[in-house]
Structure formats: C-alpha cells, structure tokens
C-alpha cells in the first residue's frame, strides 16, 4: 500500500498571502495524483488531478506541481473561500487507492 | 448538472447489515466507474470500493473486504453498497463519487453529499 504523507497538518495564512502544501508518496505514483477540496460539512470537491490538471470550474489560482513522489498544491492569492481542509489521493497502485490525511488551511 | 444523491444512512447495531443507494442524474451513469469513499467523524478519506461502467469489475479494501459489496442497475442509474457485519469502526458519512471515466482509476471527479452510517448498540 501507497502511503501518502501531507505537511503541514495545519497551515496558518493571511487572505490574500500563497498557500503552499505538501505531499509525499511513500513510493512513486508518477503523475497520478490528485487534490481535493473539503469545506467543512461538505463533500470534497475535485481540483486539480494528474498532478497539474485543473478541474473543470476550478480558479486559476489554484495550481498543481510535482511527479513522482513529491507533489505540491499552491493556492496563489487565498480567497476566504480557499479556507479548508486538502487531501491528495494516489491513483497509480490500487487496490487500495490511498488519501493523505490532509492539510487544514486557516485564517491567520 | 451532475447530482448523486445518497440514501440508506441511520443507526445500526453492531452485526448489523444495511445498504446504501446513490441515484445519479446529469450523465450518461453506464459511461463511468463509480465508487464509494468514506470518512470517520472527524478523520480523513478513506477509499471503500469501485465499480467499473458495466459492472463487471469491483475493488474493495482490505478493511471492508468479504463484508460488503457494491453494484450497480444501469437502468435505475443508481449505485449500492450493502455493508454486513458492521462493527462501530465503520461508522462514517458514505460518500458515493463519480470516476473519470468508465474504466476504473479511483480519481473521482464528482462527489455525492453523502450518507452518514452509525453502528452502536
């Protein structure tokens, strides 16, 4: 099983500042990799998947980097909106098909 | 517009059976692999089961294994999950999620609001 590690677990970060975070796989998952969204009591939403690939209706802010095993998701100019919890998922090895355990963007 | 819809949440005893439905509208449903997604209250994502378009082929976790099974009815546009033998470690809200395409590959594209599973005595 594919372990995905995301750092880190809480992200502290002015409307209007970059948001950077991080994802590592334990082994490669080549471009394989995706990010979502997840507002509290919401479903996760899709953003960005292929490692750099938006999503349909997903701002240009948001932006996808890595291969791999080091993935990186910049949000560019946070928006109140953008505040939430991330999780990347590896899908190149599956059964099991495997989320990191998230990075919560905040307020600061 | 995309829209999944679960239904079949609530309390279950421990041992308890109980199966989820997701209605889906706004795509062709036989075109894509769905899957099911769960999350513990207050926990991560945790990857359940695929199905493939035609139903032919399904994956599941290790941890739900030879306890629960997903299909599908093409015709209803609808997904199922029935979970057995549930224990409080499945408690959490069921996600049912749309894949890319009609293969499987576990990257999932639309998200249903989901249905919350509680198993205690």
């Known amino acids: 099983e594919i372990v995905m590690t995301q750092s880190p677990a809480t992200l502290s970060v002015s409307p209007g500042e970059r948001a950077t975070l991080s994802c590592r796989a334990s082994q490669t998952v080549t471009n394989n990799l995706a990010w979502y969204q997840q507002k509290l009591g919401q479903a996760p939403r899709l953003l960005i998947y292929g490692a750099s690939t938006r999503a349909t209706g997903v701002p240009a802010r948001f932006s996808g980097s890595g291969s791999g095993t080091e993935f990186i998701l910049t949000i560019s100019s946070l928006q109140s909106e953008d505040f939430a919890v991330y999780y990347c998922q590896q899908y190149n090895e599956w059964p099991p098909a495997t989320f990191g355990q998230g990075t919560k963007v905040e307020i600061k | 517009e995309v829209q999944l819809l679960e239904s079949g949440g609530g309390l279950v005893q421990p041992g308890g059976s109980l199966r989820l439905s997701c209605a889906a509208s706004?795509?062709?449903?036989?075109?894509?692999?769905m899957g099911w997604v769960r999350q513990a209250p207050g926990k991560g994502l945790e990857w359940v089961s695929s199905?493939?378009?035609?139903?032919?082929?399904?994956y599941y976790a290790d941890s739900v294994k030879g306890r629960f099974n997903i299909s599908r009815d093409n015709s209803k546009k609808t997904l199922y999950l029935e979970m057995s033998s549930l224990t409080a470690e499945d408690t959490a809200v069921y996600y049912c999620?749309?894949?890319?395409?009609?293969?499987?590959?576990?990257?999932?594209?639309?998200w249903g609001r989901g249905a919350l599973v509680t198993v205690s005595s």
């Open positions: 706004g795509f062709t449903f036989s075109a894509f692999a």
């Open positions: 999620a749309r894949d890319l395409g009609r293969f499987i590959m576990i990257c999932l594209w639309f």
């Open positions: 199905i493939s378009g035609n139903g032919g082929t399904t």
